[in-house]
């Protein structure tokens, strides 16, 4: 089946009502530019990038003062641009603005794996964020000083990131999965003066208990002055072990004391002033610790959801996250656009796989975000959703996490729904956001990625560093955008910063994907450039491999890496080996001739060998170049980054790879 081939089109009366549709008139009055399509507008966007901010500000009616300078300064200084100098403003009092205009709109849902159930209207949401952000106060936060959640995706956590943004400070927040030393990793390098964890979390049905880890992550970083308890699924005794640190109290006993005092008022604040630091996944050693500005992660988020998107206050968004990765962030900021958002906790898969469809029609959610492997588990195991489930609600699915393969495509098509908008998206930590999206306007193409996004000046670069078209090389942005982190915390010189996006091409973002832009547009992206194959002196997509690989029912997951051999790289591939299935001579030689028949006589592995099990990142992605350092004998620098780094022995001094 061709990649080239259109699975779905959006009908003229959705574009014509569509948010972005309403955006391009609203820019064509203002500015006197006609805009025909979505292109026309990407275009002008990177074109006249001041004019293009300052419209996405008064379109979505961001609350606060932009000022009356330029939108703009040192445009040709990458870093160093400078957005809404002049401006200010608070995050949380505009994602909470609706507690205003329609307070007893449902702002916050929340499901998890036992079967619990929890809403909020953006009222209720509002007063619990007042007590927390008087329980902050009085613990003395103030601004710029960082708070730090070891949470599950519950309310309490939301709650919390608010009050902490309504005062100024800094939120930084690790899932219950990463133990001790990752925690200490991260929250050790930011200092945070208050630490907010839940005693217990339920997960596959096993309730986990921290009480223990708390202890521990309390007493190594000693800025930490108060820790705040969340019960949860916790028993008697890992409540009892979590309260006995002597500056602990319970969550609802902190509210209960804060209720007759004073409210703080917003801080309003430079547009660049710090609201999130995120941490990349510190597989390459100690995590960078990524400091994103509050305006930026506003501005940004609201473009991607009110025009990407499409999103309203009709809409209910799921997006299926732990609160390790960006997405959690991504999620929250669609409060601002006045939509429903659900939080849920646990694992997709319990009580059975088909748990997010039941969540679907259980609470009309409108937008079902999930990663890449968990539209390929589903169909793995068979789920066809569209035969056992209404969905009425669903207009559209987004994956990210890692490419979303042709054959997945097909399956959302086939087995899931028809009428639905199917949306690989692609950023990151690094700009909290994405570089390349959906688009509910344009239609869906098998294999890609609608579009780049508005505002963005991405372009596909060859080693040269020339700009091409339709040909494989390092995805870029040449032009300052508003999501560019601030910096990286205790990097006083920039320098850590510098080198991690602008070495490659100097004054150019460098983001570590291996991409290609077709002529409609299109975005295929093939795995980081840091883990590309380069057999012959010939530059190979890891996931060009996965996309034919994962095809043959008999395997369930694979990874490739690299092999320096005879003063060349060969290319080994490993995989793991769906249920009563073994590598048989015959499956490798059917894997090659898959490989050959649909890639190209480079892409064909040398070595094709069966492990148990592959490494992969707390956030769930492979690590490449974990196993490619073991294979080579290198020391791999951080397997605290690694969910389980006991995989890595599969790959110590196999026989296969002597010869």
């Known amino acids: 089946m061709s990649q080239q081939q259109i699975l779905w089109q959006p009908e003229a009366r959705h574009i014509a009502a569509a948010r972005i549709t309403q955006f391009s008139q609203f820019v064509a009055e203002r500015h006197g530019v006609a805009m025909i399509d979505y292109h026309d507008l990407q275009r002008w966007s990177v074109q006249a990038p001041a004019a293009f901010w300052q419209a996405v500000w008064d379109f979505t009616g961001v609350v606060g003062e932009p000022g009356t300078g330029p939108v703009l300064v040192d445009a040709d200084k990458m870093p160093g641009a400078s957005w809404f100098p002049q401006a200010r403003l608070n995050f949380a009092e505009n994602l909470l603005r609706y507690a205003d205009l329609q307070p007893l709109r449902v702002a916050v849902s929340f499901a998890n794996e036992a079967g619990q159930r929890k809403q909020l209207t953006f009222a209720q949401l509002l007063e619990q964020v007042e007590l927390m952000t008087c329980v902050l106060e009085q613990m003395g936060v103030v601004v710029g000083d960082r708070v730090a959640g070891y949470l599950p995706n519950l309310p309490e956590t939301l709650i919390a990131m608010l ?40 997960y596959n049905g096993v309730s986990h208990d921290c009480s223990l880890n708390i202890h521990q992550i309390s007493q190594r970083i000693d800025s930490i002055e108060h ?7 916790a028993k008697d005794s890992s409540i009892e072990v979590a309260m006995s640190l002597p500056n602990s109290q319970l969550w609802g006993h902190c509210l209960q004391q804060a209720k007759d005092r004073a409210v703080p008022d917003y801080q309003r604040l430079p547009f660049d002033h710090p609201l999130y630091i995120l941490f990349s996944s510190g597989t390459t050693g100690v995590p960078k610790c990524i400091t994103h500005g509050a305006g930026g992660t506003l501005l940004q988020h609201l473009k991607e959801h009110q025009l990407h998107t499409d999103l309203s206050g009709d809409d209910n968004l799921f997006y299926f996250t732990t609160c390790g990765w960006m997405m959690w962030n991504w999620l929250v900021s669609a409060l601002a656009s006045g939509c429903t958002i659900t939080l849920y906790d646990g694992s997709p898969f319990r009580p059975g796989p088909e748990a997010l469809f039941d969540l679907v029609d259980e609470l009309g959610i409108t937008v079902l975000g999930t990663s890449a492997k968990s539209i390929s588990g589903w169909e793995g195991v068979g789920l066809k959703p569209r035969q056992s489930h209404d969905l009425s609600s669903l207009r559209a699915i987004l994956s990210t996490g890692s490419p979303l393969l042709p054959d997945s495509f097909d399956y959302v098509y086939r087995d899931i729904k028809q009428d639905l908008c199917l949306s690989s998206i692609s950023g990151g930590t690094d700009i909290v956001s994405c570089f390349a999206l959906g688009c509910t306007v344009l239609p869906v193409y098998r294999g890609e990625l609608q579009c780049t996004g508005l505002g963005m000046q991405v372009e596909i670069r060859n080693d040269a560093g020339e700009v091409v078209l339709d040909e494989t090389g390092e995805l870029t942005c040449s032009a300052p955008f508003p999501c560019m982190p601030v910096g990286f915390w205790n990097d006083t010189d920039g320098s850590r910063y510098q080198q991690a996006y602008f070495d490659k091409f100097p004054g150019i973002w460098s983001h570590g994907d291996f991409a290609r832009i077709n002529e409609h547009g299109g975005v295929i992206i093939y795995g980081r450039s840091d883990a590309t194959l380069n057999p012959g002196g010939v530059r190979i997509g890891t996931a060009e491999i996965y996309r034919q690989v994962e095809t043959l029912p008999e395997i369930a997951e694979a990874l490739c890496i690299g092999q320096q051999w005879e003063y060349d790289e060969r290319i080994v591939l490993f995989v793991t080996m769906a249920d009563d299935h073994s590598l048989t001579g015959d499956l490798k030689n059917r894997i090659r001739r898959t490989v050959r028949a649909n890639t190209s006589p480079r892409h064909v592995p040398a070595k094709i060998i069966a492990v ?36 890595l022995r599969l790959f110590q001094n196999l026989p296969d790879l002597q010869d």
Do not use: M
């Open 163 to 202: 009050a902490t943004a309504r005062l100024g400070a800094i939120w930084s927040s690790c899932s219950p999965d990463f133990g001790v030393n990752a925690v200490c990793d991260r929250f050790g390098q930011i200092q945070p003066k208050v630490l907010i964890a839940a005693a217990a979390c339920p």
């Open 227 to 233: 820790v705040i308890v969340i019960p949860y699924v």
């Open 612 to 647: 148990d099990d592959l490494p992969r990142t707390i956030s769930g992605k492979l690590s490449e170049i974990a196993v490619r350092d073991v294979v080579h004998g290198r020391e791999v620098k951080n397997t605290d980054a690694l969910a389980n780094p006991e995989s």
